[in-house]
């Protein structure tokens, strides 16, 4: 596809819709001061054959006898004669041929007889023929007859023939006036839209050469800041945003990274080094022998969890699929807090539960529900000091049913506390781990219709809370992917 511009696609579409606008407005303002100027000029002549007529009608009406209509003649003839306009225009009498017989300025010249205004006289209803011609001399002129009305001897028509110089001379200023106006308009019109389409294509220019190097990877460039509080500066705003994410979410893939080799390096290296030490025990008795299986065991079971947390979160970015059904969470979380207790009473520490009487329907799938109590409850043993406690309560409302983890242990900082549920996350005191765990719970806990909501003080602990809507029938269909 041939590259395009903003600039172009506004030639071509907006300016050029804006320039027919303007040669119509042109069109009808030069097509008025026509009619205004020659046809202001027909009108005067008319105005005056209306005087005259009214004249004539005084002396008796259309079926007079013919010495009426012959002192009609007369009356026109005296009227020709003295015509006090000879400056302006040129008084005639016609008769049925259209022959001259009579002028104001006494001069029977046939150059002013070559309009075809008499026969449009004769044609028309009204009696009233106009046009324009030049003499043979060069000048323009206008001719208008009018048939008399009454009869009046010979005579048939009147006609009056004036000088177009200076209405010509005025039309030809009006013209120029017009072509300058619409010319300064057009000008402007450009200079106008060329500055508001460059300060539209001017800061895009910037915020696509930005975006290209983001795209190739410079997350640290950045665009200047926008004058306008508008659709480009609010865009620009948001590519910067966008840099600083995908920076921050770069940095904490490395760290990521960084802490998950660090991760496995530990128990590999702890795995090798017992391996080589039993190979030289040939005692399976050896006290030594049995504590080395023993860690190894250990170790190999932290990489197992390590290895299904890194699946886990490798499923969940290409789309998780659920298989929910009707889930008691009061048995889930029972049996999530007999899979851990074990461990609690092993690392120094007590457990509280007080498994509640009655069900708590909702609609689940019970390894990733199982997954979150696992995941937030090894959180609480991670993170306690031997001695504390770590509570587990459950309670029901209306629509909603909670259950808390609340530990005694070293807290997260304010800072961190807003971050712990992103991706790659780990906080400054955060201990051996890959940081995905509370991710995971977060993505697993939003797709089943739920909130998960962390509070935590330095030194006093924290409190994981997981709120699930009750199941209502028709939910079914629901809460089906990640």
């Given at each position: 596809?041939?590259?395009?511009?903003?600039?172009?696609?506004?030639?071509?579409?907006?300016?050029?819709?804006?320039?027919?606008?303007?040669?119509?407005?042109?069109?009808?303002?030069l097509y008025t001061s026509y009619r205004e100027l020659y046809g202001g000029v027909q009108r005067a002549i008319e105005s005056r054959f209306s005087t005259i007529a009214?004249?004539?009608?005084?002396?008796?009406?259309?079926?007079?006898?013919?010495?009426?209509?012959?002192?009609r003649g007369q009356a026109l003839r005296r009227t020709v004669e003295q015509?006090?306009?000879?400056?302006?225009?040129?008084?005639?009498?016609?008769?049925?041929?259209?022959?001259?017989?009579?002028?104001?300025?006494?001069?029977?010249?046939?150059?002013?007889?070559?309009?075809?205004?008499?026969?449009?006289?004769?044609?028309?209803?009204?009696?009233?023929?106009?046009?324009?011609?030049?003499?043979?001399?060069?000048?323009?002129?206008?001719?208008?007859?009018?048939?008399?009305?009454?009869?009046?001897?010979?005579?048939?028509?009147?006609?009056?023939?004036?000088?177009?110089?200076?209405?010509?001379?005025?039309?030809?200023?009006?013209?120029?006036?017009?072509?300058?106006?619409?010319?300064?308009?057009?000008?402007?019109?450009l200079w106008s839209g060329l500055?508001?389409?460059?300060?539209?294509?001017?800061?895009?220019g910037e915020v696509e050469a930005t975006a290209t190097r983001i795209a190739r990877g410079d997350l640290d460039t950045r665009l200047p800041d926008a004058k306008y509080n508008d659709e480009i500066g609010r865009l620009c705003r948001t590519i910067n945003q966008m840099a600083e994410d995908l920076a921050e979410n770069d940095r904490l893939k490395n760290e990521f990274i960084s802490s998950v080799s660090h991760e496995l390096r530990t128990p590999l290296t702890s795995?090798?080094?017992?391996?080589?030490?039993?190979?030289?025990?040939?005692?399976?008795g050896d006290e030594n022998y049995r504590r080395g299986l023993a860690i190894i065991g250990t170790e190999t079971d932290r990489l197992y969890t390590m290895v299904e947390e890194l699946l886990d979160f490798s499923r969940l970015q290409n789309g998780l699929k659920l298989n929910c059904e009707v889930l008691d969470l009061v048995a889930e979380a029972t049996d999530a807090a007999l899979f851990v207790e074990a461990r609690i009473q092993r690392e120094g520490l007590h457990f509280a539960y007080e498994e509640p009487p009655e069900p708590y329907p909702v609609w689940a799938d019970a390894a990733r529900l199982r997954q979150v109590f696992i995941n937030v409850l090894d959180n609480a043993i991670k993170y306690s000091e031997p001695g504390g406690t770590i509570f587990l309560t459950l309670r029901r409302t209306g629509d909603t049913v909670t259950a808390t983890v609340r530990d005694q242990g070293r807290g997260i900082a304010p800072d961190d506390l807003g971050k712990v549920k992103q991706k790659f996350f780990k906080a400054r005191n955060a201990v051996r781990g890959s940081g995905i765990g509370l991710a995971l719970v977060d993505e697993i806990v939003r797709a089943l219709g739920g909130v998960v909501e962390i509070t935590s003080a330095l030194g006093q602990g924290t409190s994981v809370s997981i709120t699930l809507p009750v199941y209502r029938p028709g939910q079914e269909h629901l809460h089906e992917t990640i």
């Open positions: 596809m041939a590259k395009t511009s903003i600039t172009h696609r506004w030639v071509r579409g907006s300016l050029l819709i804006m320039v027919l606008v303007l040669l119509a407005a042109e069109a009808i303002f009214g004249r004539l009608q005084a002396t008796g009406s259309a079926g007079d006898s013919i010495e009426t209509a012959e002192s015509f006090d306009e000879k400056d302006k225009f040129e008084f005639m009498l016609l008769d049925a041929s259209g022959v001259i017989l009579a002028t104001s300025s006494g001069t029977m010249s046939q150059d002013l007889a070559e309009g075809a205004d008499f026969a449009q006289a004769l044609a028309e209803p009204g009696g009233v023929g106009q046009a324009i011609f030049t003499t043979r001399q060069g000048e323009r002129v206008m001719a208008v007859t009018s048939l008399v009305p009454y009869a009046a001897g010979n005579i048939t028509a009147m006609r009056m023939v004036t000088s177009l110089t200076q209405v010509d001379r005025q039309w030809g200023n009006t013209l120029a006036a017009s072509a300058g106006i619409g010319l300064l308009a057009f000008l402007l019109m500055f508001f389409v460059r300060s539209i294509v001017r800061p895009l795995i090798k080094g017992w391996v080589e030490t039993i190979k030289t025990i040939d005692d399976p």
